[in-house]
């Protein structure tokens, strides 16, 4: 059984269908990674696992358990994390605040303050000063922190290279390993296709707000993704 | 002297007052961006409450009090959760206008029920009884005590916000309330939770205000102008400003009323204006822009 299974999936802002019946899967410890252009619906379909957009049809099943119509809390609760786009630290707390907040719901596991910064040592220094204080790879590293403070089983990171030079990148992908260490299946959106590829097991392509291609990396050609990404 | 000295410490004190009447509408506004118009009738609907408690059971003063703290912090959360939850989002207006219609519920609930005149709650010596210093300046027990009591209540709260989950969970979700929820916050339930401690607060004001002077049903408004000002005075989102802005404000109207009674409201009111013209975000401004 699939960790995460979602069946013809479909969300919507208003009455703009972003997400026309997504239906993906990932195994428990395994990295998939979601690629597409622009608007292709790659946060909506983020955001719909979380809880944060509604969805208007279709399943969403998490080790074994239907999710679909669970409040974003109660989502949390179950082993979804979301490290979302632009970090969206809390401003008004320091930097180990926000990683407390990101213990909220107390779920039992490994990660602790201390963990997060043994995993990235850059931050500890910074520990009484506002998140939104220090720079933008710090940054997202406390994001990653935040969200794993919450011991999930699946962890989705929006958007983790945005604004962020290659060097930086480079150190955050690197501390994935580490994360997938402890169980974690990961599930990254980019919109740098080779990161994406570098680090994932799968990847699915998304256009429109449609799956239009997934495979393992290994297994698809440079002209094939290009057709996926801008359908062309 | 002595009367000048006495004069300013009675305003210090009632400042207290205002501190207490304002700290709830702070908490509100700093983590739901709910501005509570009826907050000032919150405080006498808490008023009324100890004055049946005291009058139809026999209740003390500070028994009434016990009780409807906790009363009015139940009919917060419920309020919060059951009303206000659904009216919240990028529109400061709803929220504003479903307290507006609380703020006329609660006038017409206590016009039926109490009639129109002012009451007040009989404290015995304890509303009347001072504490000397050296012959010639005096201090009203009830007014060290609700200065006291603010003290105690805004240092209560600024340890809730600096130390406790609740609290980071407070400013969490007025930084970002789509983010908070993703951190398993159920944002419903804290604001709820938030909603009732404001209102807790505000029995206390209530209470004290009910020991002090004689208030009618339609009376809440005006505190809740005081309250504004004092907020707005000490700058949005800062407790201790807060406290500062109503004693600047009792300071005032004290002041205003031995220069000439009767014009102690209107120097209180000028002093807002001028604050307001000078420093539009108060005199410590922490609540930041969303």
Request: charged share 15%; with cysteine; glycine share 12%.
């Amino acid at each position: 059984m699939s960790l995460l299974h979602t069946d013809h999936l479909q969300a919507f802002y208003g009455d703009f269908q972003a997400l026309y019946g997504i239906t993906l899967t990932v195994e428990e410890g395994e990295t998939v990674a979601l690629i597409g252009a622009n608007g292709a619906g790659k946060s909506t379909f983020l955001k719909a696992l979380t809880g944060l957009v509604k969805h208007g049809g279709g399943a969403v099943h998490f080790a074994g358990e239907s999710i679909g119509r669970l409040q974003a809390h109660q989502i949390l609760a179950r082993g979804i994390a979301l490290v979302p786009e632009g970090r969206r630290l809390f401003p008004s707390l320091s930097v180990e605040e926000n990683l407390l907040m990101g213990g909220y719901a107390k779920r039992p596991g490994p990660w602790t303050v201390k963990r997060v910064y043994a995993l990235f040592p850059a931050l500890e220094p910074h520990a009484k000063r506002p998140g939104t204080a220090l720079s933008g790879g710090q940054q997202q590293m406390v994001a990653i922190g935040r969200a794993l403070m919450s011991n999930p089983r699946l962890l989705l990171c929006d958007e983790l290279s945005l604004g962020l030079a290659p060097i930086i990148i480079r150190d955050i992908y690197a501390a994935l390993p580490a994360i997938k260490q402890e169980g974690t299946s990961v599930m990254v959106v980019e919109q740098d296709t080779s990161q994406a590829l570098k680090v994932s097991d799968r990847v699915y392509c998304f256009q429109e707000g449609r799956v239009s291609l997934t495979g393992r990396p290994a297994d698809l050609t440079r002209a094939q993704i290009a057709q996926a990404y801008f359908g062309v | 002297m002595a009367d000048w000295i006495n004069t300013i410490l009675q305003g210090i004190l009632t400042g207290g007052l205002y501190a207490l009447l304002a700290a709830g509408l702070s908490l509100a506004f700093g983590v739901m961006r709910v501005i509570n118009i009826a907050h000032g009738d919150f405080a006498v609907l808490a008023g009324f409450i100890a004055i049946a408690l005291n009058q139809w059971l026999g209740l003390t003063p500070v028994e009434s009090l016990l009780v409807a703290m906790p009363l009015m912090a139940a009919l917060g959360y419920v309020l919060q959760r059951f009303v206000l939850n659904r009216a919240l989002g990028n529109d400061v207006m709803r929220p504003l206008m479903i307290t507006f219609g609380f703020s006329i519920i609660i006038q017409n609930l206590l016009l039926q029920g109490f009639s129109a005149d002012s009451r007040s709650l009989y404290a015995g010596s304890f509303s009347t009884a001072s504490f000397q210093f050296g012959g010639q300046i005096a201090a009203g027990y009830l007014p060290l005590t609700m200065m006291l009591s603010a003290v105690v209540i805004l240092a209560g709260l600024q340890q809730i916000f600096s130390r406790t989950m609740l609290g980071r969970a407070f400013r969490a979700a007025s930084d970002d309330p789509e983010i908070v929820r993703l951190m398993g916050v159920d944002n419903r339930h804290v604001y709820g939770i938030a909603m009732g401690l404001a209102l807790a607060m505000v029995a206390v004001a209530g209470v004290f205000l009910v020991m002090q002077t004689t208030v009618a049903p339609t009376d809440g408004p005006v505190h809740l102008l005081y309250a504004f000002e004092s907020v707005i005075i000490g700058g949005l989102g800062s407790l201790w400003g807060t406290l500062l802005g109503g004693v600047i404000l009792g300071v005032a109207q004290a002041l205003g009323d031995k220069f000439d009674p009767g014009i102690g409201t209107l120097v209180g009111h000028l002093t807002f204006l001028f604050v307001l013209a000078v420093k539009p975000n108060g005199l410590f401004p922490k609540t930041k822009d969303r």
